[in-house]
């Protein structure tokens, strides 16, 4: 199976930075897009960023100039760098990928737990 790992959520406040991680595990053959989302209490999860493995990268226009994806595919893993952090950018963080396994010619969309950023003011 596969597993996605993420880490580095917490709180901070405005102005501040964060940088989120997620590792993907297991029997994976490629990845393709990575990305970010979140979800904020209320609302529809959205998508942040997304990179592809050309490194192709998109973002929502309320992060643009602020956060910065990266991916490393040796290890598997997709960065967010977050800046200047505002309090509206408090939501549950989720990473996805696009991946597929050894053992399938297909692939799936996976995600992460979750990890929560709050942003105080």
């Known amino acids: 199976q596969v597993q996605l790992v993420e880490s580095g959520g917490g709180l901070v406040q405005a102005g501040g930075s964060l940088r989120l991680s997620c590792a993907a595990s297991?029997?994976?053959?490629?990845?393709?897009?990575m990305g970010w989302y979140r979800q904020a209490p209320g609302k529809e999860r959205e998508l942040v960023a997304d990179?592809?493995?050309?490194?192709?990268?998109t973002y929502v226009d309320s992060v643009k100039g602020r956060f910065t994806i990266s991916r490393d595919n040796a290890r598997k893993t997709v960065y967010l760098q977050m800046n200047s952090l505002k309090p509206e950018d408090t939501a549950v963080y989720y990473c996805?990928?696009?991946?597929?396994?050894?053992?399938?010619?297909?692939?799936?969309?996976?995600w992460g737990q979750g990890t929560q950023v709050t942003v105080s003011s």
């Open positions: 297991g029997n994976i053959f490629s990845i393709n897009v």
């Open positions: 996805n990928m696009g991946i597929v396994r050894r053992t399938s010619q297909y692939e799936n969309a996976y």
């Open positions: 990179i592809s493995n050309s490194g192709t990268t």
